[in-house]
């Protein structure tokens, strides 16, 4: 498991050796759903004599066990062998025996943050996104009595953005605890923050010891990403947030100010890595943050992070964890991913979580280049190193790297690539590729280049995340690099100046989908459309930990109390707050009758007005949009929504082949197909023929006789029928069922359209509120 921030490096990191069929490690068995008939210490003794039955002592079963899971969750982590593990997994009883190490661990997660002090925060970043957000915020009390559990790297307790004046007490049914640790203690809670706590043990067993110098063995945060994700939730609204006192400044506040938070810590350093190279999180240290969280009393639970590859729903923690929130009334949001273009490439998939895609806001930090020839080339920028208003020689770093270096790594900067004599003085052109952003702006400083200018690659469009450089330097779009580069080529002696960054804030079009987004289709189920909605997760500013610097370089000595970081970490904790501001207005509202809320009222259009695009200009889609982009407010009143119950789940898993997540359950005789899964959206694999599957919605719009009408606009190459096409109801309420019928057009385009995947959409009018489905259909 990784934090989900952007990540453009490819670095791949040897790993401790771990298969050989002898060796331990820790595993992760699942039973499903407690029955509740045992006390805490029965089920601690339950579990302790199934280890025992495959130990061969009562002493080793003891110590190789890390944690029971006892609350909802039914299960433990243990340190067991390849054997002693499907000994287990053997037993009828059990659900899944699954590795607490992803089995691909790739660590690449290079955040690219910047921080500055902007001319607005975070409050106005959603205001942009919230039509009328001020009454919804008002309606909402600001999250006022709402709970939200953040798993991540912890939190920065001196961040102004936890502050409690004037915060509402604590809600009475709160469990949870402050727990003491490094540099931690009962003090650092109070009624913003209102428990903290730490799961270490799965990270021990497998890295060893935590190292305590780099990172505290307690909540206190120590590299930024927990701070960032938890104040974009529910930090409070500081004037003045100021990047260094230099750049403008602005307030910023969480998405719903009055939340109360709680803090769950599970993912921590990487041993002998630099910070950049980000945090890692295990199964078994999640399943326990989960499983405590819920018995807590958290109302949402906001989680950034995810797989490097998609993992089946019973080998995944988050997956596991999020059903039995969901049981309790829990909303769970989670990061898709960073892992786009590519398609396939999304993570939290299972469809009772929200997986939030990531989109751009409608702000710049302008930085343009002039070129020696008078062009002038659009870029961004949110260092604060300047250059003098001078043209400096500029070179590309494909003409200055040293001979070693291949042909198709040179020109990207990589750690001592670039020939020193050649650099100095110079502003230094690098590509995008391999290699973190930052990581080559150290490149081109150490090798005594004066200034920086960081191109997309092919195929990365003119979506710019704006970096905290260690030198001054611009970054460009695909489009502005090229002019660049044909520059440089069409010259001997080419100059340039960087400008000054600058806040620009309405540009457009925005938003548009990051080109690092994840997108579908959902290989662990193509009949569950993922993700369900995008959010803000491009160039974001919120706090950040005092013991971390902006870049997250080790050279880098800067400290900041505002960062801005990108990712679908990012947008994750903005549908989060969301989620929580509906949760105080509809209190007894289901989690899926919040995830529809907010996705059948999803925008699709830009400020431009057009249908929203992805970084290269070219129409975006539901694999990586979902329903559309977060509209909040009408998310408050969204006429019908489509509940699911978790009956209606452990239904789906049966039909799915994954039975037994809550032995009280038997799966029904006659399994629905799996498309039947009441859900705001509709996926369709394989069509042959045509296909028919059933949807029911809930009137929570108007009490009195109301009217939806249905509209469709079918994917192409298909047709669709809604039947009944009109749904009339009689109160507040009240449900009504509807029939898709799906029919492939005969061979009506026949050879034109060879795409694998078509779109289209279904709407229910009823003169007031839009509720609308996206659907995706592959015959192929
Ligand atoms: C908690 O830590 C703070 C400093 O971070 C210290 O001032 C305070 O005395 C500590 N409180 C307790 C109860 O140990
Ligand atoms: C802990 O980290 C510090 C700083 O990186 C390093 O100097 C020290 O050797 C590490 N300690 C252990 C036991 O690895
Ligand atoms: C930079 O220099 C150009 C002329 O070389 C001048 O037009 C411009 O105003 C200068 N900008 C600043 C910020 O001084
Ligand atoms: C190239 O060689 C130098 C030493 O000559 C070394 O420091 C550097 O890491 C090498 N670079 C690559 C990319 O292999
Ligand atoms: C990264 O480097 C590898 C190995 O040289 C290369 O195959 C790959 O295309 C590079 N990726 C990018 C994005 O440049
Ligand atoms: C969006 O609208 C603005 C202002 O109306 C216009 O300048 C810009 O060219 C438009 N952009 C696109 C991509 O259509
Ligand atoms: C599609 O349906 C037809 C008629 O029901 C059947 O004969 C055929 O085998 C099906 N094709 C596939 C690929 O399932």
């Not at 990586?624 to 929504?641: E, F, I, N, R, S």
Request: glycine share 10%; hydrophobic share 35%; proline share 6%.
């Amino acid at each position: 498991m990784e934090i989900l921030s952007t990540i453009f490096s490819l670095f791949l990191f040897v790993l401790p050796i771990l298969a050989s069929s002898s060796q331990s490690q820790v595993y992760i068995v699942y039973f499903g759903e407690h029955k509740g008939d045992k006390k805490l210490h029965e089920i601690e003794e339950y579990h302790h004599s199934y280890l025992a039955s495959v130990k061969e002592t009562e002493e080793e079963a003891r110590v190789s066990m890390l944690y029971s899971y006892k609350h909802s969750i039914n299960g433990f982590a243990a340190t067991l062998t390849p054997t002693q593990a499907s000994k287990l997994s053997e037993l009828e009883e059990v659900v899944s025996v699954f590795p607490s190490h992803p089995r691909k661990h790739k660590m690449h997660t290079t955040r690219s943050w910047e921080f500055v002090g902007l001319e607005e925060g975070i409050k106005q970043q959603l205001h942009m996104h919230m039509d009328k957000s001020e009454a919804l915020l008002t309606r909402a009390k600001y999250g006022r009595n709402v709970i939200v559990g953040v798993l991540d790297s912890g939190f920065w307790p001196e961040s102004k953005s936890y502050g409690d004046e004037d915060m509402g007490p604590i809600p009475k049914s709160w469990k949870g605890i402050c727990q003491e640790g490094d540099a931690f203690n009962s003090s650092h809670c109070n009624r913003k923050v209102v428990g903290a706590r730490y799961y270490v043990k799965g990270y021990e067993s497998y890295y060893g010891p935590l190292n305590r110098t780099v990172d505290c063995l307690s909540p206190r945060d120590k590299d930024g990403h927990g701070t960032h994700t938890s104040s974009t939730v529910g930090g409070r609204t500081v004037p003045d947030a100021a990047f260094m006192g230099s750049l403008a400044q602005g307030t910023a506040s969480g998405g719903a100010p009055l939340v109360h938070l709680a803090i769950y810590k599970v993912c921590w350093g990487i041993p002998g890595k630099d910070k950049v190279n980000g945090n890692t999180c295990f199964e078994a240290d999640m399943l326990a943050a989960m499983d405590d969280a819920i018995n807590d009393g958290v109302h949402v639970l906001s989680i950034s992070i995810g797989t490097t590859t998609p993992v089946k729903y019973h080998e995944d923690g988050i997956s596991i964890g999020a059903l039995h929130a969901v049981k309790k009334g829990i909303v769970v949001a989670c990061s898709a991913g960073n892992y786009g273009p590519q398609p396939g490439t999304l993570s939290n998939p299972a469809p009772w979580v929200i997986t939030v895609g990531a989109s751009s806001l409608d702000r710049k930090f302008s930085a343009p280049v002039v070129l020696g020839n008078g062009l002038i080339v659009e870029g961004e920028t949110i260092t604060t190193y300047r250059l003098d208003n001078i043209s400096y020689p500029l070179v590309y770093a494909g003409e200055i790297t040293i001979p070693n270096v291949t042909r198709e790594l040179s020109g990207q900067c990589l750690p001592n690539s670039l020939s020193s004599e050649k650099a100095n003085g110079k502003i230094v052109f690098c590509f995008r590729g391999n290699g973190t952003r930052v990581g080559k702006g150290m490149e081109v400083k150490r090798a005594g280049g004066i200034g920086y200018i960081l191109g997309n690659a092919k195929g990365q469009g003119e979506e710019i995340v704006a970096d905290p450089h260690v030198l001054p330097a611009t970054s460009v779009g695909e489009h502005e690099a090229m002019k660049i580069y044909k520059y440089i080529k069409s010259t001997k002696f080419p100059v340039a100046k960087i400008l000054p960054a600058a806040t620009v804030v309405g540009t457009s079009p925005a938003p548009f989908m990051a080109s690092f987004t994840s997108r579908g289709p959902n290989v662990v189920d193509p009949t569950i459309l993922k993700p369900d909605i995008t959010a803000p997760g491009l160039n974001i500013l919120a706090a950040w930990s005092g013991a971390d610097s902006p870049s997250k370089l080790a050279s880098d000595d800067r400290i900041v109390e505002w960062n801005i970081y990108s990712g679908t970490s990012m947008s994750c904790p903005h549908v989060a707050a969301a989620a929580a501001l509906l949760k105080a207005i509809h209190p007894t509202w289901s989690s899926a009758a919040i995830r529809s809320s907010l996705m059948t009222t999803a925008g699709l259009e830009n400020n431009n007005g057009t249908l929203i695009t992805d970084a290269m200009g070219n129409p975006a889609n539901p694999f990586q949009y979902g329903a559309g982009h977060l509209q909040p407010t009408k998310a408050a009143d969204p006429g019908l929504v489509y509940d699911t119950s978790y009956t209606d789940y452990l239904t789906y898993l049966c039909s799915i082949g994954m039975p037994g997540f809550d032995s009280s359950f038997k799966c029904p005789k006659v399994l629905p197909k799996t498309n039947d899964l009441n859900t705001p959206s509709l996926a369709i694999s394989k069509l042959n023929g045509s296909l028919t599957v059933t949807r029911t919605v809930t009137n929570v719009g108007h009490p009195g006789k109301t009217s939806y009408f249905a509209s469709v606009k079918p994917p192409m190459g298909y047709r669709v029928k809604i039947s009944p096409s009109i749904l009339i109801f009689k109160h507040k309420g009240q449900k009504k069922s509807f029939k898709i019928t799906v029919e492939k057009e005969r061979d009506v385009i026949q050879g034109v359209s060879a795409q694998e995947y078509e779109f289209g959409w279904l709407s229910w009018f009823d003169g007031v509120h839009t509720v609308r489905s996206p659907m995706v259909v592959s015959s192929a």
